[in-house]
């Protein structure tokens, strides 16, 4: 993912205090608090590793869009850690770049050859000839059929409604391409993907992170908002908010409406049983103030924005970290305050004892 670096970091900090305060530092009224405990042993791995979690990290593309985009394709396919890509070919007149450096990244490539490509097995041939056996190539069984535009796809809404459809493994699993199809000048299309037009990632790309850092170990437990994994001596704890109703929302300023309400603060108490000595603790966090969506209207959802307004929205809709240092004798336990929508991954690592 290329990075954008042409201003010095405090002058971003400097005019985002100056010209968009609000943005960083305002104040909602709080409602009221909801409080849940949550234990979980994590000496006690389950004797299964939860696969329905892991192929959430399926995605498709359309070939022109992964000729345009294809170093961002490169970089979120790395970082997400997907395991499989299917990329589209609408017709038999398709080019496509050199994939060596994608095929790398992702443990099966396949090929979705639509309805107005020819059927004859050429492109079957020659696209298993290209790029090895290893790939798949198969025909559309369905027209492809985008879903319709909602500003929801945007927005912060989607993090806790795709962690909860991931983990849970309820009802169908949600179709996401990597980036928008698009070329638009405005920052939010309303299109299901995880990568604006202007290389920005939208909230549902953190949530896609989250798992694919979840599932870097066994699952030790799942529940309702929140999910464990252990490798070694590694713990991820995910926690994450409230799921919302998935809404259309035509325009987003009606979208932006319901998460500037009053907001309702879930605390999490997770005790997590059988941990003892000192331990590492990063973690990141995203919620509606770092959406796409809210930061980009206080511009008033413009067409077009200048440099330094793009970049300081790009400086902000990105997660929050932290990182701290805990010693503990037998019970770990995780305070989490959750605004509406927000998730946190914790990832505790434990420090080497001196022999």
Same mark, same amino acid.
């Given at each position: ?14 005019? =985002? ?9 305002? /104040? ?8 849940? *405990? /949550? ?36 970089? #979120? ?40 490509? *020819? ?13 090895? @056996? ?7 069984? /369905?027209?492809?059929? @985008? ?7 945007? *927005? ?118 059988? #941990? ?28 077009? =924005? ?27 336990? =995780?305070?989490?305050? =959750? ?5 946190? #991954? ?10």
């Amino acid at each position: 993912m290329p990075q954008y670096r042409s201003y010095d970091e405090n002058s971003i900090v400097e005019y =985002l205090k100056k010209e968009h305060a609000d943005v960083l530092f305002g /104040i909602r009224q709080i409602k009221k608090v909801k409080v849940k *405990s /949550i234990e979980v042993d994590v000496g006690k791995i389950n004797s299964y590793r939860d696969e329905h979690i892991g192929d959430a990290l399926d995605f498709y593309i359309d070939a022109d869009d992964l000729n345009y985009y294809m170093e961002d394709v490169v970089a #979120m396919c790395r970082e997400l850690k997907v395991h499989r890509l299917t990329i589209r070919i609408p017709d038999k007149n398709f080019y496509l770049k050199e994939l060596e450096g994608l095929l790398h990244m992702v443990e099966q490539v396949c090929f979705e050859i639509g309805d107005n490509a *020819s059927d004859d097995g050429r492109i079957k041939t020659y696209l298993l000839k290209r790029y090895g @056996e290893e790939i798949k190539v198969h025909h559309a069984e /369905i027209p492809w059929e @985008e879903p319709g535009k909602n500003y929801i796809y945007d *927005s912060a809404v989607m993090i806790p409604y795709i962690l909860h459809k991931a983990i849970m493994g309820e009802n169908e699993k949600i179709e996401y391409k990597l980036v928008d199809s698009g070329r638009s000048s405005a920052l939010a299309s309303g299109e299901r993907s995880l990568l604006n037009a202007h290389g920005m990632r939208k909230p549902a790309y953190y949530a896609y992170k989250m798992i694919s850092d979840l599932v870097c170990g066994n699952i030790v437990d799942t529940g309702e908002g929140y999910a464990v994994s252990r490798c070694g001596e590694t713990t991820r704890v995910l926690v994450y908010a409230e799921v919302q109703p998935c809404k259309v929302y035509k325009n987003p300023e009606s979208l932006i409406k319901t998460t500037q309400a009053e907001i309702e603060i879930e605390e999490r108490v997770v005790k997590l049983h059988n #941990m003892n000595g000192t331990f590492r603790v990063q973690y990141y966090y995203y919620e509606n103030q770092n959406s796409l969506l809210d930061v980009y209207g206080n511009f008033g959802y413009r067409n077009s =924005l200048d440099r330094n307004e793009e970049e300081f929205v790009r400086w902000v809709t990105v997660p929050m970290t932290g990182f701290f240092t805990k010693k503990v004798l037998g019970l770990f336990t =995780l305070d989490v305050k =959750l605004t509406p929508n927000a998730a946190y #991954m914790f990832i505790i690592n434990a420090e080497e004892t001196e022999k």
